[in-house]
């Protein structure tokens, strides 16, 4: 049974910082894809960054590069996303999620998801 559990959101001004965690468990495949989501009141589900587990390669959306950054602790079967320079259009629920194999944007090949976490920036 796969269960991810996010912590870690909370309410910051611009400019501001959070780090979101993801503790995942479950999961036997060696190597996966994990990613973080977001999805804004009457907004689609995005994409935000995803992690290769199996070699660390990194994805970023274009609204985030150089703001956010996203890392693992194997040890802890946790995944990480520091959020640096945040803005108000930032805010979002933000979602930990993982497939089996390589990355992609789409939320639709995603297996497992979080309950999410709420960021918001004023």
């Known amino acids: 049974h796969v269960q991810l559990v996010e912590s870690g959101g909370g309410s910051v001004q611009a400019g501001g910082s959070l780090r979101l965690s993801c503790a995942a468990s479950?999961?036997?495949?060696?190597?996966?894809?994990m990613g973080w989501f977001r999805q804004a009141p009457g907004k689609e589900r995005e994409g935000v960054a995803s992690i290769v587990t199996g070699n660390g390669n990194t994805y970023y959306a274009d609204s985030v590069k150089g703001r956010f950054t996203i890392s693992q602790d194997n040890n802890k079967n946790t995944m990480y996303l520091q959020m640096n320079s945040l803005k108000p259009e930032d805010t979002a629920l933000y979602y930990c999620?993982?497939?089996?194999?390589?990355?992609?944007?789409?939320?639709?090949?995603?297996?497992?998801w979080g309950q999410g976490t709420q960021v918001t920036v004023s």
């Open positions: 479950g999961y036997t495949s060696s190597s996966n894809c």
């Open positions: 999620a993982t497939k089996p194999g390589a990355c992609s944007a789409d939320a639709r090949t995603f297996t497992y």
